[in-house]
């Protein structure tokens, strides 16, 4: 469907182009089964592999997921190193699967604190993914930040012979999600309601969702839940409704 008509027709039995998710509840899921943080860390992995195909399936353009925030490196450098270590074995594994998974996949953040086999695995996973025909993208976001994404976008902007004059438009074409339609649905599970420096630009008129559920307990059948919740939502975005 054309992007202004899926602004208007936000309500019925319009799908969300662009689903985003803060994967949420990892540590609780884990403390309440006597394990350390690092299996739900592992559980949730698997969630978002998971869900990622099912969104595929449903035919969802985009799926942006909120892996690592730059706040997290606050965490205990065992956790942090075992957050790292899914990541490194997530992307070997779309180096192998994904011509068959069908599905892009991009990083978003900044990468330049990540270790160097990290970024030549980003790299390489990259790569695939220019020479892929998928009607589906998932966006991981690592080391990532809502104020630090729009800080660098002002600092490339500034550097950038061909900038043109600043304005919204504009500023977007530096962000780490240029040439992507804003998220229509912001999905946080665990019992949380804020938004931890997520998508702060992009969110303007996003519709939020927010469950008990824990992330790794998240199934295909929450995420019919919060679909069919947007659906029922009335998107105005400073309208008023005919
Ligand atoms: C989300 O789960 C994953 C990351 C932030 C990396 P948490 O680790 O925050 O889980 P809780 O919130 O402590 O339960
Ligand atoms: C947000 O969750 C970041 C990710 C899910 C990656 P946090 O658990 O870090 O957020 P706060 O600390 O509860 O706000
Ligand atoms: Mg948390």
Redesign the pocket.
Known sequence: MAGADQKTAGQGTVLPRHIAI???GNGRWAKKRGLPRTAGHAAGAETFRRIASYCRDLGIEYLTV????T??WKRSADEVSAIMGLLKKYLEEAIEKMRRENVRIRILGDLTPLSPELRALIDRVEAIDETLETHTQANLCVNYGGRDEIVRAVKAWEADPDRGELTEEELSKYLYTAGMPDPDLIIRPSG?E?I?NFLLWQSAYSEFYFTDVLWPDFTPKDMDAAIAAYQKRDRRYGGVKK
């Not at 909120?66 to 925030?69: D, E, I, L, M």
């Open positions: 803060i994967m949420d909120y892996a690592f925030s706040e997290n949380e804020r931890s």
